[in-house]
T-cell receptor, first 116, second 114 residues
């Protein structure tokens, strides 16, 4: 069964450094999302992406964040200058445009980002 | 504003006990409802989902949930829990027939005593 994959599984970085988190959505999906979960807290929406542009973003998704679909398979989240409070698990999700799973988002295994 | 409330922060049960985790949502429209499970150190897994139709939904691992529209609730149930059900459970909602974001509840930690 197709799955969303994410790399790396764990990223450690110094405060102020740029990080890029990578996701490979399921191949026939057209809607893409990033969520994050700070340790011990609930999962929070960051951004949704469709047709090569952001369709919705939360207040968390400030100018330090950007998303890109650089080719036909990858979907990336960039944090330009990481802060300590960016430490979290980041989940990518994708969703098909049609079919029986139309309303469902499929989540990847997550990337744990640790900012020191 | 859309929101999801999970009233039980931490539930402790013995094996074979019955489980019911509460979930209420606030949303001014037709919704999709989800329950996700997160086992220790693992990622989110979909337990079950409600899009439309029969309000009693059956999911994996013997879980079920009932959508009660008049109460804006989507409680999760399991008649007999096992030690392996120890995990964090998240109720979630998004707008029906749209690509909108999923709003998650704060989660309920379930601990099962062997």
């Amino acid at each position: 069964e197709p799955e969303v994959t994410q790399t790396p599984s764990h990223q450690v970085t110094q405060m102020g450094q740029e990080v890029i988190l990578r996701c490979v959505p399921i191949s026939n999906h057209l809607y893409f999302y990033w969520y994050r979960q700070i340790l011990g807290q609930k999962v929070e929406f960051l951004v949704s992406f469709y047709n090569n542009e952001i369709s919705e973003k939360s207040e968390i998704f400030d100018d330090q964040f950007s998303v890109e679909r650089p080719d036909g398979s990858n979907f990336t989240l960039k944090i330009r200058s990481t802060k300590l409070e960016d430490s979290a698990m980041y989940f990518c999700a994708s969703r098909p445009r049609s079919g029986t799973s139309y309303n469902e988002q499929f989540f990847g295994p997550g990337t744990r980002l640790t900012v020191l | 504003a859309q929101s999801v409330s999970q009233h039980n922060h931490h539930v402790i049960l013995s094996e074979a006990a019955s489980l019911e985790l509460g979930c209420n949502y606030s949303y001014g429209g037709t919704v999709n409802l989800f329950w996700y499970v997160q086992y220790p150190g693992q990622h989110l897994q979909l337990l079950l989902k409600y899009f439309s139709g029969d309000p009693l939904v059956k999911g994996i691992k013997g879980f079920e949930a009932e959508f009660i529209k008049s109460k804006f609730s989507f409680n999760l149930r399991k008649p007999s829990v096992q030690w392996s059900d120890t995990a964090e459970y998240f109720c979630a909602v998004n707008a029906h027939s749209s690509a909108s974001k999923i709003i998650f509840g704060s989660g309920t930690r379930l601990s099962i005593r062997p």
